[in-house]
C-alpha cells in the first residue's frame, strides 16, 4: 500500500529557532501533499495544500510566513516553522493523495511530528 | 460547504459487544466519506472509503459503515468490539473546489471495557 514518512518523529527545539519537518510519499508519486496540525485530544486542522512546483495554498487565519511549505518534487514536501515559540508546539501531520489511481480522493497520511517548543 | 459532526465525543462499549460511531455530514457536492483510526501516538489509519458506489461500505478490522443520503449520516459500525479496537476515530468528508480538501470531524474516543 501507499506509505507516507515524516522525518523527524519528535524533534525539541528551543523558542525562536526554526525546524524543518519532512514528508516523503515513498512508493508513490504525489502532486499534491497536506499539512494538518492537531493539538492534544483534538481534531486535525487543515493548514495548507502543498502542490509540486508551485506555492502551497494555505487555510485562512495560518501565517504563510511562519510556516514555510516547500514541495520540490514528486515526492517530497517540507514543512519549515520558522522562529519558533511554545505555542507552535503540536503534533503536524502530513497526508499525500496518490495521483496515479484514478479519480481517488483518498489521501494516505503519515505517523506526525510531535514538535516541543522550550 | 463541507463539514462533519461526529454526534459522540466518547463511546465506550463492553468486548463482544456492538460498536457505533455516529457521524453526520454536510456537503454542497456528492461526497466521498471516510472513516480513519488513530491508536495512541500512531498516524492515521483508513479504515473505508464511501465515493459513490454501494451505499453499504465494508472496511478493515470488521467494521462497515452505511451512506444514508437522505439522513446525511455515514454512521460505523462493527458487531463485536475487540480490545484492539480502542483508539480515536475520525469522520472525513472530501470537497473543495477540487475535491482535494479532506474536512476532519472532531473524532470519537471508543473505550473498550474487557
Known amino acids: 500500500g501507499a506509505v507516507v514518512s515524516q522525518h523527524p518523529s519528535w524533534v525539541i527545539c528551543k523558542s525562536g529557532t526554526s525546524v524543518k519537518i519532512e514528508c516523503r510519499s515513498l512508493?508513490?508519486?504525489?502532486?499534491?501533499m497536506f499539512w494538518y496540525r492537531q493539538f492534544p485530544k483534538q481534531s486535525l486542522m487543515l493548514m495548507a495544500t502543498s502542490n509540486e512546483g508551485s506555492k502551497a495554498t494555505y487555510e485562512q487565519g495560518v501565517e504563510k510566513d511562519k510556516f514555510l511549505i516547500n514541495h520540490a518534487s514528486l515526492t517530497l514536501s517540507t514543512l519549515t516553522v520558522t522562529s519558533a515559540h511554545p505555542e507552535d508546539s503540536s503534533f503536524y501531520i502530513c497526508?499525500?493523495?496518490?495521483?496515479?489511481?484514478?479519480?481517488?480522493?483518498?489521501?494516505?497520511f503519515g505517523p506526525g511530528t510531535r514538535l516541543t517548543v522550550t | 460547504a463541507q463539514s462533519v459532526t461526529q454526534l459522540d465525543s466518547h463511546v465506550s462499549v463492553s468486548e463482544g459487544t456492538p460498536v457505533l460511531l455516529r457521524c453526520n455530514y454536510s456537503?454542497?457536492?456528492?461526497?466521498?466519506l471516510f472513516w480513519y483510526v488513530q491508536h495512541p501516538n500512531k498516524g492515521l489509519q483508513l479504515l473505508l472509503k464511501y465515493t459513490s458506489a454501494a451505499t453499504l461500505v465494508k472496511g478493515i478490522n470488521g467494521f462497515e459503515a452505511e451512506f444514508k443520503k437522505s439522513e446525511t449520516s455515514f454512521h460505523l459500525t462493527k458487531p463485536s468490539a475487540h480490545m484492539s479496537d480502542a483508539a480515536e476515530y475520525f469522520c472525513?468528508?472530501?470537497?473543495?473546489?477540487?475535491?482535494?480538501?479532506?474536512?476532519f470531524g472532531t473524532g470519537t474516543s471508543l473505550t473498550v471495557i474487557p
Open positions: 512508493d508513490f508519486q504525489a502532486t499534491t
Open positions: 472525513v468528508v472530501s470537497g473543495g473546489a477540487t475535491g482535494n480538501q479532506f474536512y
Open positions: 497526508s499525500a493523495r496518490d495521483h496515479g489511481v484514478g479519480v481517488d480522493y483518498e489521501q494516505y
Open positions: 456537503s454542497s457536492y456528492s461526497p466521498s
